[in-house]
DNA sequence: CACGTTTATCAACACTCGTTGACAAATTCT
DNA sequence: AGAATTTGTCAACGAGTGTTGATAAACGTG
């Protein structure tokens, strides 16, 4: 057999774990839900992921992959960077709605988004505007975009789930703009 | 006796409540933490609330009291939100930090956040720039806001949690005085 | 003081959860 | 085919949870 039957069972969970996680948080999503999720056995998710916490591990990964050319052109850095990260959160399976859903009330799914930020936003900030004034300005973008994820993707917010991502983009696109090149305070 | 015994107690446990909700989050509070904050037996907390959920709902609210005179000098809203917004949350119990721990995770809690702004906030908005323009502008100022407590508060990210108040108004007051009054997409 | 009411204590129930281990079935290898 | 390994099933355990009811202590009132 080219591939283990394992691997069927374990990226089943995988892909249920996300779901129920993703939906209704981590300590909310129960073992038996997910098990059911995914048509197997409670015990299988033991067996291959150790626990609910190694399944939670496994399942909650983020890379916001930020592209490398943003500081070439720096009028539009703040545009590029709204778009792209509406596209990376909406593709499935991105593993960031699991990740927020939980934030709130996980330890690890905290650290983990803490993460991102200082080792994925910060040094691209950095090479945009220098090491000086970076972590500010790339708290202040992180800011914008965990509250508009939470809002949008999260709790579904009537007036932010109902605009376009192009009404997001344009919205948001300037508050980033300024958050990376705008005056700041000392 | 002038004032019940009971009410005491009932403060106590509302005190500590608040404490523990806002620290952990609706799951992984018990009532048993809960009741060993307040120095009293967890069958009080049944007494006199009735049940975890009505505890939480008891202890789980928020006003946001904006001021009324924003639409007056239009070209300070956004800067006297923004301190607005700081204010009312670090002022103690506000009940705030009780609401966004665990608004992910528990529908009451997010219910009541989604009505902070469709009941509190919009219809100031509404009052700046009329009904037309109002919900996609409330939503974004919502994001912002949001992403600014759960990123400073809740998950205390490093870069915004560093930052003093009046960096803070300096660097979203702009951005809400933006979502107030500047141009938008259709 | 004696009585009724309010407040507090305690132990236990019923339930759900993560987790385990024994055992069976299927699959692979010799 | 027979043995060994992998994969799956099942029932149960132990801990922790919200919740309840019986019972005692404290308190105010005649």
Redesign the interface.
Known sequence: MIERKSERTKSAIRAAARQVFAL??Y??ATIRDIAREANIDPAMVMRYFGSKDGLFADTANFDLNLPQDLGEAPDKAGERMAAHFIAVWEQEGSGFAVL??????NPVA?AR??AV??EQL?PAVVAMVGPQEA??R???I???????A???Y??S????A??SR??I????G??LQ??LY?P???
Do not use: H, N, W
Not at 157 to 160: E, I, R, S
């Open positions: 209704v948080g300590e909310r927020l859903r939980s934030a709130s009330s905290a988004i803490a930020l200082s910060l972590p500010q790339a708290g202040l992180a800011s914008q975009m965990l509250g508009l939470l809002s949008r999260v709790l917010l009537g007036p932010v109902a605009m192009e009404q983009i344009a919205g948001i300037p508050t300024r958050y705008g700041l305070a000392r």
